[in-house]
């Protein structure tokens, strides 16, 4: 069985940084895109970063600059490094990727969440 689990998050100063990180864990064929999103309280879920297989990235405007994504295919981790972090940046931050467990068709995973504070 396919899980994805974020671990990282916690609380933070503004202008500080973190990292968070993510494992796909199972019987893993493959994974192509990778992403990390966030929902911020009394707002609507957000795409921050993607990544795909090749590595190339997207950033959201919000974040262009502070944080990087990258990933480690040998692993299936993929990282969300942050700094300069601003109070508005306080949300839940979720994993999610396209997987393919053993022969079955793709499927799209979302991690359980890992909580960011970020205080002024």
């Known amino acids: 069985q396919v899980q994805l689990v974020e671990s990282g998050g916690g609380l933070v100063q503004s202008g500080g940084s973190l990292r968070l990180s993510c494992a796909a864990t199972?019987?893993?064929?493959?994974?192509?895109?990778m992403a990390w999103y966030r929902r911020a309280p009394g707002k609507r879920r957000e795409r921050v970063a993607h990544?795909?297989?090749?590595?190339?990235?997207q950033l959201a405007d919000s974040v262009k600059g502070r944080f990087t994504i990258s990933r480690d295919n040998a692993n299936n981790m993929v990282y969300l490094q942050m700094s300069s972090l601003l109070p508005e940046d306080t949300a839940i931050y979720y994993c999610?990727?396209?997987?393919?467990?053993?022969?079955?068709?793709?499927?799209?995973?979302w991690g359980q969440g890992t909580q960011v504070a970020v205080s002024a």
């Open positions: 990544i795909s297989s090749a590595g190339q990235t």
């Open positions: 999610n990727a396209n997987i393919r467990e053993g022969l079955n068709p793709w499927v799209n995973y």
């Open positions: 199972g019987n893993i064929l493959a994974i192509n895109d």
